[in-house]
């Protein structure tokens, strides 16, 4: 590779720690405070078939496809419209109801997903518009969609993906401000997002000093063999991504799941030899989620919690806790998803495992 580790052991590391300057790329001359909208260069769209969109379907693969469920939640929040999150792989050859004003965006960092590409041409056959959410500029996906907004992340080597991922929320939060200005958003929620979105890079570079805490957890943990990952909302998708990296790296078996439905299978799990990693920052949410943690405790399961600094709350019950900057709940996965992807680098690293190419796994997988 011609791209260099600088002072960094792996490209994983490395990218993680680019993410401050990655999402700020990412939001790089689409914001607009006169308008209190986002723009986008590349959507290709009249305002006609823009104001006709009455329903949005996100398709992807792996990590993509969780960047898509917390765009879910984003543009159903900020626009209204109903979203379908679809993983790629189902949507080619399932036969959904994909009538006039659906768009469709195919969300992929290499742009060359075999899956992600097969669903995108199934979408357009019907007629719909379909755009993609893409890093890899001049990828197969990117010159086959109709329009589309690139990531501006750079190249991403580790196998395992984590600025591409903070980076596709970034953009999927500039669409559900851009939807949401079209309809029924006002003004100042409008300037209050954009004013939430300019503060962080910051906020992520602030989270990046967690790093030796979460080294000191993966320390205590690297001999697990199961780990559970729970959060609600914006942190469900958190956690599933959580949970992926540390299968994907660590080839620890690791389940993600949203914190309530814990009690419907996963808790029979828990023992002490199992930790629970929640994620549970601060917002209205965080009660329930404190109501979760203490059932694991009860069961004598080890917990590591993601909380805000000064949590009191979640410091008595946890064992450990990596504290995270406070954010409006919108944008907490860009700060939440940060020390996860950092406890499975460290915990791979701990494992003696090949953190940027892992077993089995491929960067871009161009074959069904
Ligand atoms: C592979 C990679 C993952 C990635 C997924 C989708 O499985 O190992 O990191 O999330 O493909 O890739 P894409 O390039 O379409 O985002």
């Known amino acids: 590779e011609d791209i260099g580790l600088g002072r960094f052991e792996h490209y994983m590391l490395k990218e993680i720690f680019e993410q401050p300057q990655t999402i700020e790329n990412?939001?790089?001359?689409?914001?607009?405070?006169?308008?209190?909208?986002?723009?986008?260069?590349?959507?290709?769209?009249?305002?006609?078939?823009?104001?006709?969109?009455?329903?949005?379907?996100?398709?992807?693969?792996?990590?993509?496809?969780?960047?898509?469920?917390?765009?879910?939640?984003?543009i159903e929040e900020f626009a209204r419209l109903p979203v379908e999150v679809e993983y790629a792989s189902e949507l080619r050859y399932r036969n959904p109801p994909l009538a006039e004003g659906t768009m469709v965006f195919a969300i992929t960092q290499s742009g060359e997903t075999a899956d992600t590409l097969a669903a995108m041409r199934e979408c357009k056959r019907k007629g719909l518009p379909s755009l993609?959410?893409?890093?890899?500029?001049?990828?197969?996906?990117?010159?086959?969609?109709?329009?589309?907004?690139?990531?501006?992340?750079?190249p991403e080597v580790g196998v395992a993906s984590t600025k591409a991922f903070t980076s596709q929320v970034t953009v999927l939060t500039l669409?559900?401000?851009?939807?949401?200005?079209?309809?029924?958003?006002?003004?100042?929620?409008?300037?209050?997002?954009?004013?939430?979105?300019?503060?962080?890079?910051?906020?992520?570079?602030?989270?990046?000093?967690?790093?030796?805490?979460?080294?000191?957890?993966?320390?205590?943990?690297?001999?697990?063999?199961?780990?559970?990952?729970?959060g609600r909302l914006y942190n469900f998708p958190v956690a599933l991504e959580g949970a992926l990296k540390l299968k994907?790296?660590?080839?620890?078996?690791?389940?993600?799941?949203?914190?309530?439905?814990?009690?419907?299978?996963?808790?029979?799990?828990?023992?002490?030899?199992?930790?629970?990693?929640?994620?549970?920052?601060?917002?209205?949410?965080h009660p329930k989620v404190?109501?979760?943690m203490e059932e694991i405790k009860a069961r004598k399961g080890p917990i590591i919690a993601i909380a805000c600094e000064g949590d009191d709350k979640v410091a008595e019950i946890a064992d450990d806790v990596i504290c995270v900057p406070d954010t409006e709940e919108f944008l907490q996965p860009l700060v939440t998803a940060v020390p996860l992807q950092l406890l499975a680098y460290h915990i791979a690293v701990l494992r003696g495992c090949n953190v940027d190419r892992p077993r089995n796994l491929a960067k871009s997988v161009t074959v069904e």
């Open 248 to 285: 994907e790296i660590s080839y620890l078996h690791a389940e993600g799941y949203p914190a309530a439905e814990m009690k419907h299978g996963p808790i029979a799990l828990v023992d002490r030899d199992t930790p629970s990693i929640f994620v549970v920052p601060r917002g209205h949410i």
């Open 132 to 154: 993609a959410i893409c890093n890899v500029v001049g990828s197969t996906i990117a010159r086959e969609a109709d329009g589309g907004v690139y990531l501006h992340a750079g």
């Open 175 to 230: 669409l559900g401000l851009f939807l949401g200005r079209m309809r029924n958003l006002s003004y100042q929620a409008g300037q209050r997002i954009i004013s939430h979105l300019r503060s962080m890079p910051e906020v992520v570079q602030r989270t990046l000093e967690c790093n030796d805490a979460v080294r000191e957890v993966a320390e205590k943990y690297f001999q697990a063999r199961n780990a559970l990952y729970l």
């Open 26 to 74: 990412a939001m790089r001359g689409r914001l607009d405070d006169e308008e209190a909208t986002a723009h986008f260069g590349g959507l290709n769209l009249t305002p006609q078939q823009l104001r006709r969109i009455n329903r949005i379907v996100l398709t992807g693969c792996g990590t993509s496809w969780h960047a898509g469920l917390v765009g879910e939640y984003l």
């Open 290 to 292: 404190i109501s979760n």
